[in-house]
């Protein structure tokens, strides 16, 4: 959105709009982010060992993940994240956690 200020990922953007206006890219428009950026956990099911030298994500039973991307979910993996390590990782491996929202 702005050539000022640059974002590593959308995550980090939509948070920071969270807090800040949008002011500073659209005049007139002294608004934030209404809606918060849906964070997506999921639990491991399995364990999953990755691949030697791969750009995959170790799962341990019970493990909490950040689901941080599905976009090759038509090919059975997500991209997610355990503490600051991110990789792919089998999404049949692990359940999505419903929000409380959800639930109703």
């Known amino acids: 959105l702005s050539s000022r200020?640059?974002?590593?990922?959308?995550?980090?953007?939509?948070?920071?709009y969270e807090r800040n206006d949008l002011g500073e890219n659209f005049a007139g428009l002294n608004?934030?982010?209404?809606?918060?950026?849906k964070e997506v956990i999921?639990?491991?099911l399995y364990d999953y060992e990755?691949?030697?030298g791969s750009n995959q994500l170790q799962l341990r039973t019970d493990c909490q993940v950040l689901?941080?991307?599905?976009?090759?979910?038509s090919k059975g993996w997500w991209r997610g994240k355990i503490g600051d390590t991110v990789g792919y990782?089998?999404?049949e491996y692990v359940q999505e956690q419903k929000?409380?929202?959800?639930?109703l």
Do not use: C, M, N
């Not at 640059?6 to 948070?15: D, G």
């Not at 608004?31 to 950026?37: F, G, H, N, R, T």
């Not at 929000?99 to 639930?103: C, F, K, N, P, R």
């Open 89 to 91: 990782f089998p999404k």
């Open 67 to 73: 689901v941080i991307g599905k976009d090759g979910d």
């Open 42 to 44: 999921a639990t491991a």
């Open 5 to 16: 200020r640059h974002f590593k990922t959308i995550v980090e953007l939509v948070s920071y």
């Open 31 to 37: 608004q934030s982010l209404q809606w918060p950026y």
């Open 99 to 103: 929000l409380a929202s959800e639930e």
């Open 50 to 52: 990755p691949k030697a």
